[in-house]
């Protein structure tokens, strides 16, 4: 069986060897939508940042969920893994590509009858209307090619292997950077032009994604009785994906209430909520890592029978991301502008923006802690946890908090960035009393 074995050895080294890749990974995934905002900042007016940093955020968001949906499928193939059970991790491996061909159509479809609504439901800038739209329009077409790759990354994670998506992004990266500068610089296309590089970089590297594979023995060898439906392995998908991705989509839909109670204040603070949340995306590379990384770790082991190793490796990433988040914390209080000033040079964005990341980043701290508990939680089976836990800290103090704090300090953001670190602290308070309640009760 091909994949690497996270059961044996110091579980800091297996975490490091595990999250480092992925943390790249995910720095390349967001440095190629950074430059998008960084190069429409340069050809553009604020109009196009807007379009650009909202369109963005809608497929940030279906991204995601797709992300959370394949979760399933990197748990089950690392419980296989850990189990040494060839056979059955060649099944998830075929049923997993047999359901998510029939979803990347369907979304495909549907999202492009409803670009028009979703523009409407933002409240976009009137200004920024027909460039979201254009923006839109060639991003959902490219939906098979984000979830192909999703996929594929997904299985190799399960696998133990978080090199080989680093790679696929790697190109993505470089390639989407190019088409920027071509699309937007050259041809002057604006808002359409960051989706034709976006969308014609992932297909890229999708194709260099098949490469790979057909490289690969062992698991990947799917045959075609392994793509046949089996109801017990697509329920069990299902039943670890759909609540990661009911609760990604859930928290994209805070952010993007956020967004509409930030278009309604005007174009300068769209366009300052816009960037920070482009860049906040950097600042939660460790965090976000740390989810995956406790999730397939965690998996292998309990698939393997050691649940002790289990819990110590999210102990240990806690510790890991508790320190990372209070040092980003601290210095983004000093520097706040000088990371919003790196995508424009407008004073009143530069001032806005800054206000909006000083609150936000304080959340890194507190999403570290909880993105450890819901890689547990998904690693036992218990994913609907995560998802609670996140819908109650979104209804009674992201969204609500947001709001109230946009209607009483109209001049500024801070306490709009605040409201999302209030949302993680509850989250983190609900997730302790489930772990403790369910260690007293043995389920794990």
Not at 179 to 197: H, T, V
Not at 317 to 324: K, L
Not at 355 to 367: E, Q, S, T
Request: one cysteine or more; hydrophobic letters at 50%; glycine letters at 8%.
């Amino acid at each position: 069986m091909n994949g690497k074995d996270l059961t044996q050895g110091s579980i800091l080294g297996n975490i490091m060897t595990f999250s480092l890749p992925y943390m790249l990974a995910y720095f390349l995934q967001i440095l190629y939508g950074l430059a998008d905002l960084y190069v429409i900042g340069q050809y553009c007016d604020v109009d196009s940042t807007t379009a650009v940093s909202n369109g963005a955020q809608v497929m940030y968001m279906v991204t995601v969920v797709l992300i959370g949906l394949a979760m399933g499928t990197t748990v089950l193939t690392a419980r296989a893994v850990g189990a040494k059970d060839s056979p059955r991790a060649r099944i998830i491996v075929g049923n997993t590509i047999t359901m998510f061909a029939i979803i990347a159509i369907v979304l495909m479809v549907v999202l492009l009858c409803l670009r028009g609504w979703i523009v409407g439901v933002m409240d976009t800038p009137a200004e920024a209307v027909d460039g979201m739209k254009h923006y839109l329009t060639v991003c959902f077409t490219g939906i098979p090619f984000i979830i192909a790759y999703n996929i594929i990354s997904s299985i190799f994670r399960g696998l133990g292997d978080s090199r080989s998506p680093m790679y696929f992004v790697a190109v993505a990266c470089v390639i989407n950077i190019a088409l920027d500068y071509l699309f937007i610089g050259f041809f002057e296309l604006g808002a359409m032009g960051a989706a034709l590089g976006t969308t014609l970089s992932q297909m890229t590297s999708v194709l260099f994604a098949f490469v790979t594979i057909r490289r690969h023995r062992g698991i990947l060898d799917v045959s075609r009785s392994d793509l046949y439906p089996h109801r017990d392995v697509i329920k069990n998908i299902l039943k670890i994906g759909v609540p990661i991705a009911m609760q990604d989509g859930f928290i994209q839909v805070s952010f993007l209430a956020i967004t509409v109670i930030a278009n309604q204040r005007g174009l300068i603070d769209a366009a300052a909520v816009g960037i920070v949340e482009k860049f906040i995306g950097l600042v939660f590379i460790v965090p976000s890592a740390m989810l995956s990384t406790v999730s397939a770790i965690s998996a292998q082991n309990i698939g393997a029978g050691n649940m002790e190793r289990a819990k110590r490796t999210m102990r240990t990433a806690m510790m890991i991301t508790t320190g990372y988040g209070v040092v980003c914390a601290v210095v983004l209080q000093f520097i706040p502008q000088l990371a919003v000033g790196i995508f424009t040079d407008n004073a009143q964005v530069l001032a806005q923006g800054a206000d909006y990341l000083r609150g936000y980043v304080w959340d890194c701290i507190f999403a570290g802690l909880h993105f450890c508990f819901s890689g547990f939680f998904t690693a036992c089976g218990f994913s609907v946890i995560s998802f609670i836990h996140n819908s109650v800290s979104i209804v009674c103090a992201r969204i609500p908090l947001a709001w109230l704090s946009s209607t009483l300090y109209p001049e500024t953001l801070y306490p709009m960035g605040l409201s999302t670190c209030i949302g993680s602290m509850l989250s983190c308070l609900i997730c302790v009393g489930v772990y403790w309640w369910m260690k007293k009760k043995a389920y794990f």
